[in-house]
């Protein structure tokens, strides 16, 4: 599949898509979370962006070298760039229903503003690195039976972290709690719809 195709998948995903992504480079990773995003604030929706692998700051940064002009986006509300520490593990502790009572404030705060709807992207370095796989797999299980709102989702993975740290079971888990599974590789891009 042609790179090209991808970013089209992601820039036309639908509200309750949870994809997932993996990724062997950083310029992937921002390529295809960046395209998704930048499409839904062109269509009115705003855009959350969940850090762990880098910086809120360094994703604002690579934001602004792609194109989206985050200082706009965030006066208007439409751009939130969070800390995964303020949001999946809060003082070391993931606690499901904090994270849904923090979703749904901002998805009730995107609809109070008049947004169409919500994207969302979320690195999801910060569960492995706190030794927390089984509280992720029963986070990604659960998200779009617990919401009431048009989000959509693409929940992103470093591949050469998923596959030193995870069984085959567990990542047998991760691909059941997406569709579809957006993969991209050094020489190769392909959609798995599940």
Request: charged content about 25%; aromatic content about 10%; proline content about 3%.
């Amino acid at each position: 599949m042609e790179r090209h195709e991808i970013i089209d998948f992601v820039k036309n995903m639908q509200p309750t898509d949870h994809a997932v992504l993996l990724y062997t480079s950083l310029e992937d990773k921002h390529y295809v979370l960046f395209s998704f995003l930048k499409a839904g604030l062109e269509k009115n929706h705003a855009a959350a962006y969940i850090t762990s692998q880098e910086t809120p700051k360094q994703i604002r940064q690579a934001m602004k070298k792609f194109g989206i002009d985050v200082e706009e986006q965030e006066a208007k509300h439409a751009l939130t760039v969070i800390d995964y520490r303020d949001w999946y593990i809060i003082d070391g502790k993931f606690n499901m229903s904090n994270l849904f009572r923090l979703m749904q404030n901002m998805m009730d705060e995107t609809r109070r503003k008049g947004f169409e709807g919500l994207r969302g992207a979320g690195e999801m370095a910060c569960f492995f690195e706190n030794n927390m796989v089984n509280e992720l797999i029963e986070y990604e299980y659960a998200l779009h039976k617990t919401l009431r709102f048009p989000l959509a989702m693409i929940c992103a993975y470093d591949s050469k972290q998923v596959t030193s740290n995870t069984t085959l079971s567990t990542l047998l888990s991760l691909k059941a709690a997406h569709s579809p599974v957006i993969i991209m590789g050094p020489k190769s891009a392909t959609i798995i719809k599940t």
